[in-house]
């Protein structure tokens, strides 16, 4: 088969012919139809920060979407021709989080084709050497996300992203009648967030960014319900607090990435109501100096979420299906695998939250 692989941190990936995988018992192999490609991608194969780059050269690609084309004699629930988003999301099943049943905390947690976050996490990449960037892959079943028909390979490739802020929302306990603030609205996580917000019944979203004509789409969305402010016109926090009869927002989702600047945040945050969350799913680096006594006398959370859980996209999935999660107003561009290295580089240059970026390997 046909794979971009990794063959130097940093250097452009290479197309090569590589033997198709074959599944172990317990796999399923996986036609790969689509890939998303997302702007922390160039960082990560940078291989310059924390985590732990697979043995190179490897087959990369973080979010797959596809068919199952074969399965194993020891996987059941799954059958030849099933549509899926593989969750990349390794976890070893037998650490101490896995036996608290927070596979997410795993001493060994890594993502197949991208990463592992500790030293123990190279068994499992090794175990998973196929990442989405190739003509097809193995996974466990467990980690598939059955796709409704409603659900595009394309848009089942951005679950990642969506799926990150969608669980911050629900760990914020996000439901009718929220009111959500969201730093970096116009991004990758941002615009997902606002989705989601929509869907799950916030009534007051209120974002920020630095992209005015992002900002004006993003309100576009739906008027009645979403405010935007350019940063820098006014400080978030009395903003937010003149948005929300002084109160202020229920969560505050913060995308602000790596190297961003951590005082839009504490601004933000004085725009939180009492009671309320903010929770950072964007990997703000910079040290954030929290008011602890405020978080006291007003019972405030400050929390980090990082990914989410197969069940969790599941249930993005059938909220597509059913009309409550619309996905409509991404915009697909898609490149073909040989297209990998134009694929990095258009992300790099921040095309906003409503690009949806995809690497479809059959083409
Ligand atoms: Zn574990």
Not at 89 to 99: D, I
Not at 325 to 341: C, K, Q, Y
Request: positive net charge; glycine residues 12%; aromatic residues 8%.
């Amino acid at each position: 088969m046909r794979a971009a692989r990794l063959h130097e941190p940093s250097q452009p990936m290479r197309v090569d012919q590589v033997d198709r995988p074959r599944p172990r018992p317990s796999d399923v192999l996986i036609k790969v139809m689509s890939c998303g490609v997302i702007p922390n991608m160039n960082a990560v194969f940078s291989g310059r920060y924390w985590h732990h780059l697979p043995p190179l050269p490897a087959i990369v690609g973080l979010d797959a979407a596809g068919i199952v084309a074969e399965v194993g004699a020891a996987a059941s629930k799954v059958s030849v021709g099933d549509r899926v988003y593989v969750n990349p999301l390794l976890s070893c099943g037998a650490c101490h989080y896995c036996r608290y049943e927070t596979p997410l905390l795993c001493s060994s947690a890594a993502f197949q084709g991208y990463f592992g976050f500790f030293p123990d996490s190279m068994k499992l990449i090794e175990a998973y050497p196929y990442g989405a960037f190739g003509e097809y892959m193995t996974a466990e079943p467990h980690r598939l996300v059955k796709l409704p028909k409603e659900v595009t390979f394309d848009q089942a490739a951005r679950f990642g992203y969506l799926g990150t802020s969608f669980s911050a929302l629900r760990f914020g306990g996000v439901g009718g009648g929220s009111w959500v603030g969201i730093n970096g609205i116009t991004g990758t996580l941002g615009v997902g967030a606002t989705l989601l917000a929509l869907a799950l019944g916030a009534t007051r979203i209120l974002g920020f960014g630095r992209n005015r004509e992002g900002l004006a789409q993003v309100k576009g969305l739906s008027p009645a319900r979403i405010d935007t402010l350019a940063l820098g016109d006014l400080p978030a926090a009395d903003w937010l607090l003149d948005r929300t009869d002084g109160l202020g927002v229920d969560v505050l989702v913060d995308c602000t990435g790596r190297g961003g600047a951590a005082s839009t945040t504490l601004d933000a945050m004085g725009g939180l109501k009492r009671g309320g969350t903010a929770i950072n799913i964007g990997a703000l680096s910079e040290p954030l100096p929290l008011n602890a006594t405020r978080f006291m006398n007003s019972r405030l959370q400050y929390r980090g979420s990082n990914w989410f859980t197969t069940g969790e996209a599941q249930r993005m999935a059938e909220m597509v299906a059913v009309g409550a999660f619309d996905l409509s107003r991404l915009v697909t561009r898609a490149f073909p695998l040989e297209g990998i290295n134009d694929a990095l580089a258009f992300v790099k240059e921040r095309p906003g939250g409503f690009t949806n970026v995809v690497v479809n390997p059959d083409r």
